[in-house]
């Protein structure tokens, strides 16, 4: 059973950062196939972040390119993503996400953590 566990989030100004990280275990995730989305209130969920299935590149959301970094700790099965800048239309629920072994699609996400909350204030 593959678990993603998010922390991090919280109540920031604009124009504040706040790093979100996230804890992964089980055995049949990619452990570099992680990425990161959200959700702001009344909307669909949407991809910020994540790494390839090899992660032999990065990709972002036209949105956060440049204000948002996402890195990782393979030793730790971790994932971050560095928020800097942020505005008040990032707030939102972010999510972590892993791709599973099998998959072959790139940025296909078959696991998901349970959310944190990031708020950003005007």
């Known amino acids: 059973q593959v678990q993603l566990v998010e922390s991090g989030g919280g109540l920031v100004q604009a124009g504040g950062s706040l790093r979100l990280s996230c804890a992964a275990s089980?055995?049949?995730?990619?452990?570099?196939?992680m990425g990161w989305f959200r959700q702001p209130p009344g909307k669909e969920r949407e991809f910020v972040a994540g790494?390839?299935?090899?992660?032999?590149?990065?990709r972002y959301a036209d949105s956060v390119k440049g204000r948002f970094t996402i890195s990782r700790d393979n030793a730790k099965a971790t994932v971050y993503l560095q928020m800097n800048s942020l505005k008040p239309e990032d707030t939102a629920v972010y999510y972590c996400?892993?791709?599973?072994?099998?998959?072959?699609?790139?940025?296909?996400?078959?696991?998901w953590g349970q959310g944190t909350q990031v708020t950003v204030s005007s």
């Open positions: 089980g055995r049949t995730f990619n452990r570099t196939g």
């Open positions: 996400a892993a791709m599973s072994l099998v998959n072959p699609k790139d940025f296909n996400y078959d696991y």
């Open positions: 790494f390839s299935r090899s992660a032999g590149s990065t």
